[in-house]
């Protein structure tokens, strides 16, 4: 499993961490490009590295995200927290646990950029989800009737339990 589509995918999912990313393409390409100003005060970036503490779960990995909103916004603290803990709930709610777990390294950070901006960094240990839990039996799926036990309207016939 490659653990930075399904991060990649879940944060898609979410419209406003999706724009979040987004908008730091586009500084990127305006920076690149020489053309304009940059319009996002705020924006994400996501860096991967490999997890190699002794205490990892297997094939686990780690995120580092920078949270950045422009220095001039009075609220920029607010929606510094704000952005983390949309961030967490994402990587964390019972649609990301399908797949991955989740958990949250450290404190956060918060100091001035280069890019005129105020940035909170936070990094996230992720691993695979777990296929299966310890000391519990996986389901029995049970034979396919075979074609007697369906009565002539299609439906299972009485007394047949299950058609897995």
């Known amino acids: 499993m490659d653990l930075r589509l399904v991060v990649g995918g879940l944060i898609a999912r979410n419209a406003v961490l999706s724009t979040l990313l987004a908008n730091h393409d586009d500084r990127l390409e305006q ?3 020489g053309h304009g100003t940059t319009t996002a005060p705020c924006f ?5 590295s490999v997890d190699e503490s002794p205490f990892a779960p ?3 990995q780690l995120l580092r995200v920078e949270v950045h909103t422009s220095n001039t916004d009075p609220r920029r603290h607010q929606d510094l927290d704000t952005i983390v803990r949309l961030l967490h709930a994402v990587l964390t709610d ?4 399908t797949s991955i777990t989740a958990r949250r390294l450290g404190g956060w950070a918060d ?3 280069s890019l005129d901006t105020v940035v909170e960094v936070g990094v996230w240990e992720i691993a695979p989800a ?15 009737p075979d074609s ?5 309207t299609g439906s299972l016939a009485w007394g047949t339990v299950s058609m897995n």
């Open 58 to 60: 297997s094939g686990s």
């Open 111 to 113: 100091s001035r950029s």
């Open 130 to 144: 777990r296929s299966g839990v310890r000391g519990t039996a996986r389901p029995r799926l049970l034979p396919w």
């Open 94 to 97: 019972d649609h990301a646990r």
């Open 148 to 152: 007697s036990t369906l009565t002539a």
């Open 44 to 48: 994400i970036v996501l860096t991967w």
């Open 31 to 33: 920076r690149c490009s």
